[in-house]
């Protein structure tokens, strides 16, 4: 009876040791909910769950890889290749001295720039914000693995040493792999490829290009949860460029200019090559150029104004070349014929002024060929002045001058031809004009004018590109016909008496078995005094061979020294240049190519 | 002395005792019985109660064996879960990881690409021509042969054109992503029955 009543005291003291305990858990319970509840519905609930998202994941913004350049054939005129960017988390950072002391002795630096900025105090506070220092942006990978081998080291003597009170240490230091641009013909097509720095800003085809060839960076979320983890989309790199270049003309051209400049002690020179059928440009040799890998020393190279591409970006006064455009329209509006003979006095007096040949000579009664082997003057003004100058510059516009080609490289200059209603423009301006005076033009200009004459009146823009690259297929860039200036047969007659004034004259810019039509050209150069007597561009431009042109070549030789003629330095420079071309082209001479016709058309 | 009434009231009075007493006698037997057969009942209910009582150990081995079986059951699906999450997440983790190799070979392969370009350079190729007593060759020199049938060198073709799409293809396979509605819907309705009816 009594052990009954003890069990039933002792189970009545458990229950209520048991409730006891309920209790509290109840009670715990319930408070953490409450506060589960009241955290989520107070207002600070979404700073909490932003903190919490934090560590959810994080957005990386991937850029792409920077698009390649190649040239026609496929070969890498712009790539990337691998460097590494050296930082330090500041948080992490053990020994500050071990950091700047590696980087000093491996990358032969400052060591106290790198102490400080490892020294620098870690802080989230907006205004000083110190939590990743980059020190130094391009290590190649030879730097990163002596690093590798110092880290190492110092690894191996903390572990046997570790009762320092500082002991070294690299910790905090991070090296991150990148690419670079590099291009591995350095020097060759230069002025074409050009560069841009970090802000965007450049030359050539990667400035022109820059968007295009950079790419979108994309934004994605990476969960640290890998429950969670997601497919990263596929991301294309940034668009690549095929050129229309081939790099071993390249090569040959920027040769010729470089033996050029040597030869005739230009300031400068520059050869331009075009295929006249479809503007394609295959070789554009100027100078100076730069290793684009060292992209940090274009100051040095291009001083003062000089522009990066002449070619392109630089307009002169073309001189005499130019009359081979002024001929041209005289032939097609109808004004003269091949044989119509001009009878030269040696002065032709237009808007006041006195226009006079070259030698000041009077050349006697010319046909139109003579007018253009013995390159008058007075001849083209009369030409322009019984065409009337409505006719004349609505000819010169359809050549194009004055407009920019639109060809793919920044930086185009788009010359200057005054125009009859313009402020500037004088009635003496008709005159000087239809020789190539008081106007300005580049040589893509020229090129793209002289398309015209060459291909049979079709007028085609000259291009840089020949594809893109983008999404993983290739685009090609269509020929751009961009107008009809003359008519098939005056770009064939034209063509024929340009061949016939070079052969008749014996011209420096012949080469053997091979048919070719061109126009010499000395400009004068206007001073704030007038025009210079004694310093000269030089110019030629020429195309064949002329039954089946597939070369249109322009040369510009800016202040030659050993002659101001260009019928003496332009002319067999452009020879040069097409004895590499017929080669590296696979153009047999006139008459193999004949006979390999003929036998074609007999089988 | 006569009362007039007295004797209904008596009557009446009479009648109430007889019914009470009629009534008692009824009763009493009666309640006997049922207080008997309530003290039978409980008695047997007592009986019944103590022949089919289980000990109070086996009553907390009940307890602690039904709890246990709850443990186990919970134990087993928390293993099961576990598993299948540690490999989810080392599946996860592996992708993270290959998604890098990927970012890292793309770089390898353009750093090779180019490296192999300033190897095959102009200059490079040049020189090396030069070295091995190779030189330009002059227009005068050169022989033009027609052979039949021969193909001249070829502009770069380093994509397809845009009318040949390539298949896209995503780095998953649908496996690491449908559920398994998802398949049985699939499944289903690729065999029909789901019933959708085809025009």
Not at chain 1, 242 to 270: N, Y
């Amino acid at each position: 009876m009594n052990a009954n009543v003890n069990n039933s005291i002792l189970s009545d003291r458990q229950n209520w040791r048991y409730n006891v305990l309920a209790l509290i858990f109840l009670f715990v319970s319930v408070l953490l909910v409450g506060q589960v509840i009241r955290i989520q519905i107070s207002p600070t609930a979404k700073v909490f769950k932003n903190q919490g998202d934090n560590w959810l994941g994080y957005y990386r913004t991937i850029m792409p890889a920077r698009g390649f350049i190649y040239d026609r054939w496929g070969r890498i005129f712009a790539g990337n290749t691998m460097v590494y960017e050296v930082g330090v988390e500041l948080k992490e950072v053990a020994n500050p001295e071990t950091i700047a002391r590696t980087l000093s002795t491996v990358l032969g630096r400052d060591y106290q720039r790198y102490f400080a900025s490892a020294s620098m105090q870690y802080s989230l506070d907006p205004e000083n914000m110190a939590v990743y220092i980059v020190l130094e942006n391009n290590i190649t990978q030879e730097q990163k693995d002596q690093i590798d081998i110092i880290k190492e080291d110092i690894k191996d003597y903390s572990d046997r040493r570790s009762k320092d009170a500082k002991p070294p240490s690299l910790r905090g230091l991070v090296i991150r792999p990148q690419l670079q641009r590099s291009y591995p013909e350095k020097e060759l097509g230069s002025n074409i490829i050009g560069f841009v720095n970090a802000n965007g800003e450049g030359y050539g085809v990667e400035k022109h290009f820059h968007h295009l060839l950079a790419g979108n960076p994309l934004t994605v979320w990476v969960p640290l949860d890998p429950n969670k983890v997601t497919d990263i989309p596929d991301y294309p790199k940034g668009t690549s460029i095929v050129l229309t270049l081939s790099r071993e003309l390249q090569a040959a051209m920027e040769k010729v200019v470089d033996d050029a400049i040597e030869s005739t002690g230009s300031e400068s020179a520059t050869i331009v090559v075009m295929d006249p059928v479809n503007g394609e440009i295959l070789a554009m040799a100027t100078t100076p150029r730069m290793d684009l890998n060292r992209y940090s020393e274009y100051a040095q190279i291009f001083t003062g104004s000089t522009p990066f591409n002449r070619a392109v970006s630089q307009s002169y006064e073309i001189g005499s070349v130019f009359k081979i455009f002024t001929m041209a329209a005289a032939l097609d509006s109808g004004t003269v014929t091949p044989e119509t003979v001009f009878t030269d006095t040696g002065v032709f007096e237009v808007g006041g002024i006195y226009i006079r040949n070259w030698n000041g000579g009077a050349w006697g009664p010319q046909t139109m060929q003579g007018c253009m082997q013995h390159s008058l003057n007075v001849c083209m003004t009369w030409l322009a002045v019984e065409m009337g100058a409505n006719r004349f510059y609505h000819y010169m516009d359809a050549f194009g001058f004055g407009r920019a080609t639109g060809i793919e490289i920044s930086g185009e200059d788009r010359g200057r031809l005054k125009m009859p209603g313009d402020s500037d423009w004088f009635m003496s301006d008709l005159g000087t004009n239809s020789f190539g005076q008081a106007l300005a033009a580049t040589p893509v200009q020229m090129l793209m004018g002289a398309s015209a004459i060459a291909n049979e009146g079709r007028m085609v823009a000259p291009h840089i590109v020949r594809s893109t690259i983008t999404n993983g297929n290739q685009y090609n860039t269509p020929v751009q016909v961009v107008g009809t200036p003359i008519s098939r047969d005056t770009a064939i007659t034209l063509t024929d008496l340009l061949v016939d004034s070079l052969e008749k004259e014996s011209s420096d810019a012949l080469v053997e078995g091979y048919r070719l039509a061109g126009k010499t050209g000395t400009a004068q150069i206007p001073t704030p005094f007038g025009y210079s007597s004694s310093e000269t561009n030089a110019s030629f431009i020429g195309w064949g061979p002329v039954d089946d042109p597939r070369f249109l070549v322009y040369v510009w030789l800016e202040k030659p020294k050993t002659s101001i003629w260009a019928s003496i330095v332009a002319a067999p420079i452009f020879a040069e240049a097409v004895k590499e071309l017929v080669v590296l082209m696979n153009i047999p001479p006139d008459h193999e190519r004949l006979q390999m016709s003929m036998t074609r058309n007999s089988q | 002395m006569t009362c007039v009434g007295c004797e209904k009231v008596w009557n009446e009075k009479l009648q109430t005792h007889v019914f009470h007493g009629i009534t008692l006698a009824l009763k009493g037997p009666l309640l006997g019985i049922y207080t008997l057969l309530k003290w039978r009942s409980m008695e047997t209910v007592k009986q019944l109660t103590q022949a089919y009582s289980i000990t109070p150990w086996r009553k907390q081995l009940r307890v602690i064996g039904l709890f246990l079986m709850g443990l186990v059951m919970a134990s087993s699906v928390a293993v099961v879960y576990l598993g299948v999450s540690a490999r989810t997440v080392a599946v996860g983790s592996q992708i993270q990881s290959m998604m890098d190799d990927i970012e890292r070979m793309r770089r390898s392969n353009a750093d090779l690409e180019t490296t192999l370009a300033f190897l095959t350079s102009n200059s490079v190729m040049e020189a090396r021509a030069r070295e091995m007593g190779f030189r330009p060759a002059r227009a005068d020199e050169l022989v033009y042969i027609e052979v039949p049938g021969y193909v001249s060198r070829r502009e770069a073709v380093l994509a397809p054109p845009p009318g040949l799409q390539s298949v896209e293809t995503t780095p998953f396979s649908p496996d690491y992503s449908e559920s398994l509605l998802d398949w049985l819907r699939a499944n289903a309705l690729r065999q029909g029955l789901l019933g959708e009816v085809q025009p």
